[in-house]
């Protein structure tokens, strides 16, 4: 094991001298040729200073006070010094100094400290590989995080060396009570928290991942989408309003093309071009995934196209808020009783119009610009039972 030699000096800043004749006294800690320099907040005369012997000389009538304290502090920087020492991991003298003062060395970062560290890279990422909303999702997580810190510990961050897995519990069960969020939404908060302690683990600022044997509670979600009867009767219906036809157009097309809600907002006259097939496809970019999204235009989602295209704009605007508030009313007044969200015209074109008429799952994830079709699989895989139970039952009243 190397030897280390800790040098500390106390030196006079001649050239700070004050009108009363004093000047600053620094202490200068040398390690390994890297010199960290600091104030120690005394004042001495000049000629009073010993630079041999590191003592303060009579007759200053504070030399007893003086040099009690630079021994406190000789001893404090030793104190740091051999702690850092004990605990066998490279430092330098930035972390003596860092430990002499009380405060984190380098390595010891805390929770919120590296999660601002992610947010700050995130955030000159966005447009570049993120969207703005995921940015906005890890700043929220992060705010969360920081209440929750402040009312199980009574503190405003915590050190990463101290985090466990009782954390975590802690964490998931404080989402689901004081926040009352769903199981859905405290994994994705927490996934995002398991992103921040990736990164810590690849800084070195931890050796390893803390929640490494955690387990994400599992989701019981109903998928919810229009069958084909529900479909129709969406399709038939005119309404007098023309927010709620509109509307309603919007969602159809979303029925017939998968378009998430960011998608549909952004179509352009740009994004619609002839595919090699001779039919008109939606190409673009997925601003959640960054995936292209290749569409083909299927007979009722051009009907629409060819209903509100103008020379400034593919379909109406609206605000997802605006959207979803119009596609619950649409829904109460012709008679579905789901919970109707845009997402669900995602969902309707997976299944009632894709998986219903036999296209195969992994066409279907690629129209719907999964970056996996585990994840398409994960949604959908008790669709495709119901399709096969359904071909059974077939196969069955054809063999009697």
Known sequence: MKILKLNTRF??????????????????????????????????????????????????????????????????VNQAFLLLQMQGEDFDVEDIYQ????????????????????????????????????????KESRRHLHRFIQKQYNKQDMMLKDLTMKFLKDLDFYFKTERQHKQSTTNKHIQRLR???????????????????????????????????????????????????????????????GLAYMEMSNLNASHIVDGFDGMKWIKMIRQKTKSLVSVPLLPKALEILDKYRTEESVLPIIS??????????????????????????RKTFATTVLLYNDIPMEVVSELLGHSKITITQKHYAKVVQKKISDKMIELRKKLK
């Open 11 to 76: 030196i006079i800043a001649k050239s700070k001298v004050k009108k009363d004749g004093k000047a600053p006294l620094l202490c200068r800690v040398t390690l390994k040729d890297k010199r960290k320099q600091f104030s120690t907040g005394l004042f001495i005369k000049p000629e009073s200073w010993d630079s041999t012997l590191q003592i303060v000389k009579p007759p200053d009538k504070e030399e007893q006070f003086l040099n009690t304290q630079l021994s406190l502090i000789r001893n404090k």
């Open 99 to 138: 430990k002499y003062k009380g405060e984190p060395t380098q390595k010891e970062k805390s929770l919120l400290e590296v999660f601002d560290m992610h947010n700050e890279r995130l955030a000159k990422l966005v447009k570049v590989e993120y969207s703005k909303d995921t940015y906005i999702k890890f």
């Open 195 to 257: 992103k921040v302690i990736a990164l810590a683990v690849g800084e070195g600022f931890l050796d390893k991942d803390p929640f490494m044997l955690y387990k994400p509670k599992k989701e019981h979600k109903t998928l919810i989408y229009l069958d084909t009867a529900e479909l129709k009767k969406l399709e038939d219906y005119n309404f007098q309003q023309e927010r709620l036809q509109q509307v309603k157009d919007m969602f159809i097309f979303c029925c017939y093309t």
């Open 320 to 345: 997802n808020q605006r959207f979803n508030s119009y596609i619950k009313e649409i829904a109460a007044i012709i008679g579905i009783d789901k919970n109707l969200t845009h997402h669900v015209a």
